[in-house]
């Protein structure tokens, strides 16, 4: 399965072309287009990143929790939940999975019992680093087919994303 994956978008050749984005009557760009279309981008990343995770015993979400722990310093489940922007709950599902796995150890945090922390275990850095490197080949794979800078169209990206996640810490 993961060869068909490294195999899309193997032919295409990058571009130097503009973008043609969908413009309006006015000939504005269609910003409701452009969404809709981010999102779909971020969906097809992700359904690929999911079969190499899933070809390598793993589901979605749990790479992401796996990153962002740091080999021997332990975090707490509220940190996970803030990081990965979802609830508390469900980083301990993921948690249970993963610890099924030997991946990840819990414990408490020394000046208060009642919180639960979590570390990487040898196991887990392994897994760690194995799902870098899945990520890196789809990371690959989908600079390939930018046109332009890549570094300048990375920059467009975050500064989206953290206008985005300044509205999400507001809401929330």
Not at 19 to 34: C, K, R, S, W
Not at 49 to 76: R, S
């Amino acid at each position: 399965m993961l060869n068909y994956v490294n195999e899309i978008g193997s032919d295409a050749e990058p571009t130097d072309a503009p973008l043609n984005l969908p413009t309006g009557a006015a000939g504005e760009v269609d910003l409701e287009a452009m969404a809709t279309t981010l999102l779909t981008l971020a969906k097809r990343i992700r359904v690929l990143f999911g079969l190499a995770l899933a070809e390598a015993g793993y589901h979605n979400g749990q790479d992401h929790l796996l990153i962002c722990l740091v080999p021997g310093k332990p975090v707490t489940v509220s940190a996970l939940a803030v990081s990965l922007d979802v609830r508390p709950s469900t980083v301990s599902k993921m948690l249970d999975r993963l610890s099924d796995k030997g991946l990840v150890e819990r414990g408490q945090l020394r000046t208060d019992a009642r919180i639960t922390t979590v570390r990487l275990t040898p196991a887990g850095e392994q897994a760690q680093k194995e799902i870098g490197r899945r990520w890196s080949d789809i990371c690959r794979q989908v600079a390939a087919g930018l046109p332009g800078d890549p570094a300048a169209t990375m920059q467009h990206m975050r500064s989206i994303s953290d206008v985005l996640a300044a509205r999400l810490a507001r809401l929330r």
